[in-house]
């Protein structure tokens, strides 16, 4: 570990690709549970989590994320949930920094994520002591892990639960960064994203921005929004995003995004970002300053393949997966197809209008379509 880079050196010298959908993913492959979309599977199917840890890594992510997602006591205790009845806590995330070690051990320089998410004891409203020691418990395994380099606090609805995440994932003594799950219109208490960005910046994280619930263009919009108020403000923590993988345009100003899609979460793949989504998405973020990006549910191995090829000129460097793919469609130049040949560029593949092949199915849903929380 001597003279290695660690986060906060490298966001100052360039951007930093982040990995993908885990819960989603993982859901898909049969090793997580929809509704609860607790974590246990680090226990009982490891090599299911450790084999989309290592599909992240060779695609061209430089952070592998612990999958220790609603792994506090109070979330798997939860009413309707199982894996409080087993495991706990420390046992999950104890397990979930071990494999992504092991596999982080396998690639070039790969930095550990350790996260944390809601707790049910802020909705319930218990109280800041309460909350934190759920978060406690996480830190106190991060904190004794050397292989864990920063922490991610990530989808949280209210920033006054953030702050509280901040402070305490602080008393670990490692880079803290922190993303909201909000759009335009700020966090469920009304709190605008500006503002957020700021106390955010103020209770300690060195990295803000914004994941989950909205698709690249909201975010977008959301992570602009948060710039202007930290540069009002004269903060300037490293910025943030890992959108949803599905375009989602009419929930932009809805508080708590694509739930209230009726596809949610079961029906999303016509919705599904194309490789050139992402590329696009990326090169607009880095643009705007964002210097962390990466994806949320739905952003597959290839969609951070997509990021790491369009980020490789200022990264200086490929993902494996990228030894088998030309971006823009350029390996199509060997098909044995001379209508295919001509697909083998990105002028082609930039002018094209996906359809969904889906006959007298909407484009977007109609408001009176969009499920009320």
Not at 216 to 227: F, P, Q, R
Request: aromatic share 8%.
């Amino acid at each position: 570990m001597m003279g290695r880079k660690g986060l906060l050196q490298r966001l100052k010298e360039g951007p930093v690709v982040g990995d993908g959908s885990y819960v989603f993913t993982l859901e898909k492959r049969g090793y997580v549970k929809a509704g609860p979309y607790t974590p246990e599977a680090v226990i009982e199917n490891p090599e299911g989590v450790k084999q989309l840890h290592r599909e992240f890594m060779r695609a061209g992510a430089d952070v592998l994320q612990a999958f220790t997602f609603y792994s506090t006591d109070d979330k798997l205790q939860l009413k309707g949930n199982q894996a409080g009845k087993s495991y706990t806590c420390h046992d999950l995330n104890e397990e979930a920094c071990r494999i992504v070690t092991e596999v982080a051990a396998e690639g070039d320089d790969i930095l550990i994520c350790g996260g944390c998410s809601p707790t049910p004891s802020y909705t319930e409203k218990k109280g800041k002591e309460v909350v934190q020691r759920e978060f406690q418990k996480q830190a106190d395994v991060f904190a004794n892990r050397e292989d864990v380099d920063f922490i991610l606090c990530e989808f949280l609805g209210h920033v006054e639960e953030a702050e509280w995440a901040i402070e305490t994932m602080k008393s670990a003594g490692k880079p803290v960064a922190c993303t909201l799950r909000v759009g335009p219109q700020g966090d469920l208490h009304g709190v605008p994203p500006g503002e957020c960005a700021v106390r955010m910046a103020k209770a300690g994280a060195d990295v803000v921005g914004t994941n989950c619930l909205y698709d690249v263009n909201t975010t977008l919009k959301t992570i602009a929004m948060m710039k202007k108020a930290l540069d009002r403000a004269r903060l300037s923590p490293y910025l943030m995003v890992q959108p949803v993988g599905f375009h989602c345009p009419e929930v932009e100003n809805m508080l708590e995004g694509y739930f209230h899609l009726p596809e949610m979460p079961f029906g999303l793949e016509p919705r599904l970002l194309t490789r050139f989504d992402v590329h696009k998405f990326a090169r607009a973020a880095y643009e705007l300053g964002v210097r962390y990006i990466g994806g949320c549910c739905g952003f597959e191995p290839y969609h951070i393949r997509a990021i790491a090829e369009e980020l490789a000129d200022e990264r200086g460097r490929l993902g494996k997966a990228s030894d088998k793919h030309e971006p823009w469609g350029g390996a199509l130049k060997g098909s044995m197809f001379d209508f295919m040949k001509k697909r083998s560029n990105r002028e082609y593949w930039e002018a094209l209008k996906p359809a969904s092949g889906r006959p007298n199915h909407p484009v977007v849903q109609s408001a009176k379509d969009l499920n009320g929380l």
